[in-house]
């Protein structure tokens, strides 16, 4: 069975633009959710989807936002890139909308010039 | 809120050598206690967890954690690590849903 898969690996974009990242749960997961990881530091929570509805947002500004497929894939958007967004972009899966076990994918590294 | 605190940042030990890593956690109600680890180069993966029930628990490589709920504390310990225990450990405790908090992560370095 695959895993979590993102796409892209790494991406690199300047100031004020947009940015579209790309998570593929495990087969039979209904549920993603998005981390931020900043150099140096844990994991942030950003948001969870479960069947294709927002299910929890952290503490992000509303340049932030995500969408679930109904084929549960998920997308995260920024919009206005600041310098400060440079950071790896995780995506995890789960079966269900309560706590099961999260399956993180490998990332999206993103840096902002 | 709740928040995730580890202790130590870096630490370096020998092979054969003994590990505790520490993790203190605050939130006054039921939580969820997870340890997980990334490998250079690897993602995330869940080392172990605790629901309820028994309050010391074993997870993969040799790894357990004792939750001690009057220290609000989960320290993974291993008796006995290897070179290839090198990796960082991330603790992170949630409190019924999906978010996971994370403490800032232990980077562990195993010399041979």
């Known amino acids: 069975d695959a895993g979590v898969t993102q796409s892209p690996t790494h991406l690199i974009k300047t100031r004020g633009q947009q940015v579209t990242l790309r998570c593929s749960p495990i087969s039979g997961h209904k549920s993603v959710s998005w981390y931020q990881q900043v150099l140096g530091q844990g994991p942030q929570f950003i948001f969870q989807y479960y069947e294709k509805e927002e299910r929890g947002r952290g503490n992000f500004p509303d340049r932030f936002s995500a969408r679930q497929f109904p084929n549960y894939s998920s997308e995260l958007n920024v919009n206005a890139l600041l310098l400060g967004d440079s950071a790896l972009y995780l995506c995890?899966?789960?079966?269900?909308?309560?706590?099961?076990?999260?399956?993180f994918g490998p990332g999206t590294r993103l840096t902002v010039l | 809120a709740q928040s995730v605190s580890q202790h130590n940042h870096h630490v370096i030990l020998s092979e054969a050598a003994s590990l505790e890593l520490g993790c203190n956690y605050s939130y006054g109600g039921t939580v969820n206690l997870f340890w997980y680890v990334q490998y250079p180069g690897q993602h995330l993966q869940l080392l172990l967890k605790y629901f309820s029930g028994d309050p010391l628990v074993k997870g993969i490589k040799g790894f357990e954690a004792e939750f001690i709920k009057s220290k609000f504390s989960f320290n993974l310990r291993k008796p006995s690590v290897q070179w290839s225990d090198t990796a960082e450990y991330f603790c992170?405790?949630?409190?019924?849903?999906?978010?996971?908090?994370f403490g800032t992560g232990t980077r562990l370095l195993v010399s041979p």
């Open positions: 992170a405790v949630t409190t019924g849903f999906q978010k996971l908090v």
């Open positions: 995890a899966s789960s079966w269900g909308q309560a706590y099961n076990e999260q399956f």
